[in-house]
């Protein structure tokens, strides 16, 4: 039973086009995350939520639009792909030392994007 | 702005030898400092973490060093195993602002038989 689950695990598209990402978490976590893994294998927060509500956007362009349904969904969209945007995009989901939680990032196995 | 700088960048130990991993910070209101372990084609997982009030964790063969005057820490793999061979990312974060963890460059490690 997986505890953070995204899909699709691949996407290969051409430049321009628009692509979305999925993410479910399972472990009544109140904080989901979205990370991108560049080439390089760094990894860079791009946006937080908690229950359903932004709380961390990074320097991120506004192609980038997130959206929480409900505090176990985070979705990613992603408008006119460019080259650069090829990565691997994380889930991960978490729930905070405030509410009780020990801030362990659950992450997802990632979704591969290929931008042609 | 890179505020936590890990090294080295890859690493090779043979079987049985101890791996060591350094980090340092610059933001002295990090509090929280977490190891994940990530294997190729899979999410980075916790391994280990340490909060500053203490100089030393051990779990296994895995252990944290923490130096918060010289706003270091690193993590060191007793008797590493071909099975330990992935990326290790050291990271930190601060009280408050969404739990967000700022992740050092990654260290890929070898562990040859």
């Known amino acids: 039973d997986t505890a953070v689950s995204q899909t699709p695990k691949y996407l290969v598209t051409q430049m321009g086009n628009d692509k979305s990402i999925k993410c479910e978490q399972n472990?009544?976590?109140?904080?989901m995350y979205w990370y991108k893994q560049d080439s390089k294998k760094f990894l860079k927060i791009m946006f937080s939520?908690?229950?359903?509500?932004?709380?961390i956007n990074e320097t991120v362009p506004n192609r980038f639009s997130p959206k929480s349904p409900d505090k176990a969904h985070l979705n990613l969209h992603i408008n006119s792909l460019e080259l650069g945007d090829s990565a691997v995009y994380f889930c991960?989901?978490?729930?905070?030392?405030?509410?009780?939680?020990?801030?362990?990032?659950?992450f997802g196995e990632g979704s591969r994007l290929t931008v042609l | 702005q890179q505020q936590v700088k890990q090294s080295p960048q890859s690493l090779i130990v043979q079987k049985g030898g101890i791996s060591i991993i350094n980090c340092a910070y610059e933001?002295?209101?990090?509090?929280?400092f977490p190891w994940y372990q990530q294997f190729p084609g899979k999410g980075p997982a916790l391994l280990i973490a340490?909060?500053?009030?203490?100089s030393e964790k051990k779990e296994g063969r895995f252990t944290i060093s923490f130096n918060k005057s010289a706003k270091q820490f690193s993590l060191h793999i007793m008797d590493s195993q071909p099975g330990d061979s992935a990326t290790y990312f050291c990271?930190?974060?601060?009280?408050?602002?969404?739990?967000?963890?700022?992740f050092g460059t990654g260290t890929q490690l070898k562990v040859e038989l």
């Open positions: 991960a989901s978490s729930q905070e030392f405030l509410a009780g939680g020990t801030g362990e990032l659950f």
């Open positions: 472990l009544g976590h109140d904080t």
């Open positions: 939520y908690n229950n359903k509500e932004l709380i």
């Open positions: 933001n002295t209101a990090f509090d929280y």
């Open positions: 340490i909060r500053p009030d203490v």
């Open positions: 990271a930190a974060s601060s009280p408050g602002g969404g739990n967000k963890l700022t």
